[in-house]
């Protein structure tokens, strides 16, 4: 089993910053794209960045310039600083890892997507 837990979410004022976390934890073999996504009251979730494990990044445009996906694959860990907060931004954001446990690449079998449990992020105008 791998898990995904996410943390550092908060209110702030506009124009703030806060810097999101998500750590795997399981029994890992290796772990490819990580990224982080976003579901806003009402709204459908998306994408808002992803990064390789070489650290290929890639950003929504309504956060490029101000957000920044990072990764430490030595802690399996990945990072979304947040700056220039809007309150546009406010939404609950799940971090997402496309992972290989163990168990599947002795089983010959690819790799699987996982989600966090979701952090609240809120914006106050």
């Known amino acids: 089993q791998v898990h995904l837990v996410g943390s550092g979410g908060g209110l702030v004022q506009a124009g703030g910053s806060l810097r999101l976390s998500c750590a795997a934890s399981g029994s890992i073999f290796s772990i490819n794209a990580m990224g982080w996504y976003r579901q806003a009251p009402g709204k459908q979730r998306e994408l808002v960045a992803t990064?390789?494990?070489?650290?290929?990044?890639r950003y929504v445009d309504s956060v490029k310039g101000r957000f920044t996906i990072s990764r430490d694959n030595a802690k399996n860990t990945v990072y979304l600083q947040m700056n220039s907060l809007k309150p546009e931004d406010t939404a609950v954001y799940y971090c997402n890892a496309q992972v290989l446990s163990h168990a599947l690449y002795l089983a010959g079998s690819g790799y699987v997507e996982v989600w966090g449990q979701g952090t609240l992020v809120t914006v106050s105008s």
């Open positions: 990064i390789t494990s070489g650290g290929s990044s």
